[in-house]
């Protein structure tokens, strides 16, 4: 015997239908999970950009602090240089 989803030319109307309309039922209710999982989707990947943009952010403002920690250093040793050759602490050979 066949498969319930098919349809025989014998068949009577009535029991056409109801498959008909039970594949139909079948149908959207796959169209209805399928949209659902679409749109969580949707929503996770925004949630995820989100994140990632608030991130980068973190990032480059945790970059710039440590580029004026870099230079402040420098600044540091340069004039601990300076401040040392001018008070003639460093003999001349």
Do not use: C
Not at 1 to 26: C, K, N, Q, W
Not at 52 to 59: A, G, K
């Amino acid at each position: 015997m066949g498969s319930p989803h098919h349809v025989y030319p014998f068949d009577d109307l009535e029991t056409v239908f109801r498959r008909i309309d039970e594949r139909i039922a079948a149908i959207e209710r796959a169209t209805v999970a399928f949209d659902r999982d679409l749109a969580v989707s949707e929503e996770k990947r925004r949630f995820v950009d989100q994140r990632f943009n608030q991130i980068d952010r973190r990032l480059e403002r945790i970059d710039g602090h440590i580029s004026r920690l870099v230079w402040l250093i420098i600044a540091a040793i340069v004039g601990g240089l300076i401040s040392f050759l001018m008070k003639g602490s460093l003999p001349l050979v």
